[in-house]
């Protein structure tokens, strides 16, 4: 049942990582690519010093908040895990972080890649450790959107992770209400970043 998931997953996240560093198409503007990915042209590199939850890290003193996707709260059911998984795959590792815009706390936003160009936000959301956080799609160009979807459709189908037992979205934790999901995306296949971001 869950081969077909995994073969088309497999396929997805061979298209969003890796790669040469060629342009995959015409990157926004103030963007760029890294790892065969199209990003913002914000770096951040060097090693990562501590993880706060799964989906937050400090990177040379600076807090960063993997964009488009949401970890469970520490205090909710599989906080402690997903943050713990995230600290396996990054603390004491070098990275390299690419971000266009920080939160309301001052925190960057971005997409944490390993040496070997592993997409780490895309990594939670297939171990199961976080929900691909939507409300922030228009971020991600046409064909991350779809590995990050089928990431999530697989952890679940598969129940992994939070996925083992009925799971409350932290954005649904923090505020009661669910974030807002953009019907479609202005820009279609090129990202949109936004100035600021609600990211918690």
């Known amino acids: ?14 298209a969003c990582g890796g790669g040469d560093g060629h342009s995959l198409g015409s ?4 963007g760029s690519t890294f790892c065969g990915v199209v990003t913002a042209s914000g770096r951040i590199s060097g090693a990562v010093a501590s993880v706060h939850d799964g989906d937050t890290l ?5 807090s960063v908040r993997l964009d488009s996707i949401d970890a469970p709260e520490l205090d909710q059911a599989y906080g402690h895990a997903s943050r713990d998984l995230l600290a396996t795959r990054v603390l004491g590792q070098q990275v390299t972080v690419t971000y266009a815009k920080t939160d309301l706390y001052g925190r960057v936003v971005g997409t944490v890649f390993k040496s070997d160009c592993s997409n780490v936000n895309l990594l939670q959301v297939v171990s199961g450790a976080a929900w691909y956080y939507e409300a922030y799609k228009c971020e991600l160009d046409s064909r991350q959107r779809t590995a990050f979807a089928a990431a999530q459709a697989a952890a679940r189908a598969a129940a992994l992770g939070l996925w083992t037992a009925p799971a409350v979205a932290p954005w649904v934790f923090r505020n009661g209400v669910q ?9 279609g296949d090129a990202p949109s970043y936004s100035t600021g971001s609600d990211n918690v």
């Open 1 to 14: 049942m869950l081969r077909p998931y995994l073969f088309i997953f497999a396929g997805l996240l061979s």
């Open 27 to 30: 990157a926004p503007a103030g």
């Open 58 to 62: 400090t990177l040379n003193g600076q």
């Open 179 to 187: 974030a807002k999901v953009p019907a479609s995306c202005p820009n």
